[in-house]
């Protein structure tokens, strides 16, 4: 699988985009630049990678080929196959460890929210039984203090 971590520190906001295929791209985003071959799998509008820096094993990234920032910027027919994908790839990886037993599905928006690539991108990650010791709150955990309430 592809590692771009030397393009991780890029600037991913520079607006030198090009049209690949009819789609917008930016030269110098990292997920612009993904090889087919370092695709799990390749949808029409977007595609399934694992994530380089996994909070738990199998933990992948749902990423439109069209690049644009935020979920708020996202069309209809490209919402519609990252959810199938989503669905596609939580399945792949129900039959592949059966040790799972939960997902997180996490976006960030923005900077100040924890984005670091600013490609629109979604994290599916799988939860297994005691990889938290208290998982109470979930996503709220994004602000320590407010996870257990």
Do not use: W
Not at 17 to 41: R, T
Not at 72 to 83: N, T
Not at 95 to 124: C, K, P, R, Y
């Amino acid at each position: 699988m592809l590692k771009f971590y030397a393009l991780f520190f890029l600037n991913l906001k520079s607006n030198s985009n090009k049209i690949k295929s009819g789609k917008i791209m930016n030269k110098e985003c990292v997920f612009c630049n993904i090889k087919k071959e370092d695709k799990l799998i390749d949808g029409t509008l977007a595609f399934i990678l694992e994530d380089c820096f996994p909070v738990t094993k199998y933990h992948s990234l749902i990423i439109p080929k069209r690049h644009f920032e935020n979920y708020f910027d996202i069309r209809k027919e490209e919402l519609l196959e990252i959810h199938d994908l989503l669905t596609l790839r939580k399945k792949q990886i129900l039959s592949e460890d059966s040790f799972v037993t939960g997902f997180n599905i996490g976006i960030n928006i923005g900077h100040d929210a924890g984005q670091s690539i600013f490609h629109f991108h979604v994290h599916l990650i799988p939860r297994r039984l005691g990889d938290l010791e208290n998982p109470k709150g979930g996503v709220r955990g994004v602000i320590p203090s407010k996870r257990n309430y």
